[in-house]
């Protein structure tokens, strides 16, 4: 493979792809080796984003040796870090091919088919190649970018730090270059993509290159924490007091820019050194120095950086203690439920899933730091020690900081030492636009009959909503937020206003639409963001034909059938049928027509006519269509002989029979707070479709009402008010059938010892001669005594078997 830089022709073998066609690079192919879809926990992607224009010869040289020896050392350690690596390249205007592939060898085959060539102007298509390393990468990964110009599509930022935040990964600059103005926003962009991904911008002679590489030999290690990250844009000096926690094997301490110096002391308050244990991993002079420390002792360390210009400082380790943060409008112990991002001035709560901490090790409080390390807020940690999983913790809420923030928390590990991490990016908050409102450009209405002017609001934050019809305004405002579910309101001539936050739609409901309300209806949504409105205009006319149909016709072969299509219009229209998108009637013309009422008659039916018939009508209001279903069903012997033999064909005959019912009791009584039973048994063919009314009124169900599959209506926690007749209502196509039960409410009566009651109150008996269904109901016990008083309850059902 090779790719061709700016200004030179392509070689033997080049390949050049425009952007467009990336993405189908992407896909598996000859470049991209399949991938297992298991992926071990904890795997990362190492990404070589590389600039191929021809000054970049000696850097791709050391890369391409460098690249070698990074991967046989991931490949050693005992806990692979890497689980598939990625290469970008990428010049002015091209990006790609890109190289996708679980494979090291092929990573480096790759890598050493890559050729630099041509040149240009400065600028470079980095940012987008960037994007694209992150898209295709693990989380938590390693994101190397090699180029010596600054960013020619630096418009494309903002997506690249969503990523990164979403993502969590690192992404570090080896810059050999920069168009000599570091001044510049196409600089600018890489020390906050650096920044914000904990990430570091190095600049280097072409023949430093390698030196870097064998510190990034070190850094791509598997269970690496963050201890500190900070930016700084002119001279400073900073001393850093840390908690070395018995789980970090290993500390490594970066910092990038002019004259870095760093020191690092023990809790012993002794400097460390080459002898005592202070490993260099690079020395660039006048730009980047990092330095290690391996198994340190617990305790608080003090580490002091200082440079004389813009730097960045960067301290983690190697450990199995760290976290993840989630933010939300709503407690939550569901990570599913949280944003990588919190929203700017929304009080905000933050979800922390720790790792590698087991009882009694707890986080103690989180804070909040700014890009230079200055404390912004703090926040403490409630401790629940019985909590499943163990790990989730709950902070309260708070309103975001205006600037970008990394997130710090500390605690104290099982053996109570003190121990810190900081977030491996940092955060900034989601600035909310004004409310975006969407309405269609024309909604219709039909005279006479109910209509709905709808609008949809999408608001990250609480916004207000009203209509207005040609510039009037329509009811009063409505207040949307997180915990608004929907509102009834009426306005001043009872048109109800009505909206379901759960989509953030809501409507301007017409009880009977007249001509008068013919017009413009605008729909505005204003927040704190600013205001968004749209526009529909609501068009008056005479509905389209309302049609009736049966919904199954069933017949035995031989029979006749009649399919019916009634159809209710204010204005002339035209009917017709359909069978398999044709005209039904030209099917068998002398077997099927259609009747002066507009009817579809079929003459001697045969089981190929069943199947859907469609009605149309066509007004100049619309059109309206409906399907009737003709099933034809029988069973019977038709015979054929020949001298050659008989042969028959049988056709199945399906018996319809009406519903019947049985309900019971036929008569019940009940007291309040009781539980109700009445049931209802159906038999029919094809099997009956049950509902329940109560005097005359449909029952839905509900928390008190519950209706079984067998058709049993149970009313849990009986109120005076549920008295009354109930019905059953069984149909299908072959009829209806009603039975009712009457409920009566009687309340609490005490009952006396009669003819037809015996009660031993000894025994605690109650005999009841004669059962009728009147007797059917809830029975209590009560007892009394000087400690207090017990009851409890039995239901009565009368009935035959």
Known sequence: ???????????????????????????????????????????????????????????????????????????????????????????????????????????????????????????????????????????????????????????????????????????????????????????????????????????????????????????????????????????????????????????????????????????????????????????????????????????????????????????????????????????????????????????????????????????????????????????????????????????????PPAEAFFVKITGYDKDDYLFQRVSSVSFSSITPDAPKVTMPMKTPGYYLQPGSVPCHVESLIPFTQYFTRNGVKLGVDQFFNEETKSLFLQDLVNLPFSSRRESSSMSWDIAQVSVSHEGFYECVATSSAGTGRAQTFLDVSEPPPVLHVPHNVTVVPGAGAILTCLAESAVPYNLSWQRHELDARLVEPARIRVLANLSLELRAARPGDAGPYHCIATSEAGTASATVFLSVQGECGCPAWTRAGTASATVFLSVQEPPRLVISPKNQTFTEGAEVSIRCSATGYPQPTVVWTRNDMFIVGSSRYRLTPEGTLIIRKAVPKDAGIYGCLASNSAGTDKQTSTLIYIGDLELRASAFLIIDTQRGLLKIRETQELDAGDYSCVATNDAGRASGKITLDVGCE
């Open 1 to 399: 493979m090779a790719v061709c830089g700016s200004g030179g022709a392509a070689g033997p073998g080049a390949v050049l792809l425009p952007l467009p066609l990336l993405l189908l690079l992407l896909a598996p192919s000859p470049r991209a080796a399949a991938e297992p879809e298991a992926v071990p926990d904890g795997a990362s992607t190492l990404a070589f984003v590389f600039d191929v224009t021809g000054s970049m010869y000696d850097d791709l040289v050391q890369v391409i040796e460098g690249a070698s020896k990074i991967l046989e050392t991931s490949l050693k350690r005992p806990k692979r870090p890497l689980y598939n690596f990625a290469l970008v390249p990428f010049h002015d205007p091209e990006i790609g091919p890109v190289t996708i592939t679980t494979d090291p060898k092929k990573f480096q085959f790759e890598l050493r088919e890559l050729y630099v060539q041509g040149g240009g102007d400065c600028p470079e298509m980095s940012i987008g190649a960037i994007k694209i390393a992150l898209e295709i990468s693990l989380p938590g990964s390693f994101i190397y970018v090699f180029t010596d110009a600054r960013s020619k599509d630096y418009r494309l930022t903002h997506e690249v730090l969503q990523l990164i935040q979403q993502k969590q990964s690192q992404v570090v600059f080896v810059l050999t270059g920069d168009c000599d103005d570091r001044d510049h926003i196409g600089y600018k962009v890489y020390e906050e993509i650096a920044s914000t991904s904990s990430g570091q911008v190095f600049h280097l002679d072409k023949k430093q290159v390698n030196e870097v590489l064998k510190w990034v030999e070190e850094a791509v290690q598997a269970s690496k924490v963050h201890l500190l990250s900070t930016d700084h844009l002119s001279l400073a000096v900073n001393t850093w007091q840390i908690p070395f926690d018995p789980s970090l094997k290993e500390v490594t301490v970066s910092l990038s820019g002019p004259s870095p110096a760093i020191e690092i002391h023990n809790p012993l308050g002794k400097q460390l050194n080459k002898e005592s244990g202070l490993n260099e991993l690079l020395n660039i002079h006048n730009s980047a120095k990092v330095v290690n420390v391996k198994d340190p002792a617990p305790g608080m360390w003090t580490i002091k950086t200082s440079s004389s210009g813009r730097h960045s400082v960067r301290i983690t380790g190697l450990s199995t203690i760290d976290f993840r943060a989630g933010f939300s409008r709503k407690p939550t112990l569901d990570f599913k439920k949280t944003s990588s991002r919190p929203v700017q001035g929304i009080p905000t709560f933050v979800l922390l899933n720790t790792t590698g901490i087991l009882l009694p090790a707890r986080v103690d409080r989180l804070e909040l730091l700014s890009i230079t390390g200055e404390l912004l807020k703090t926040l403490p940690v409630k401790y629940y020690p019985d909590r499943k999983p163990y790990g989730l913790w709950n902070i309260s809420d708070f309103i």
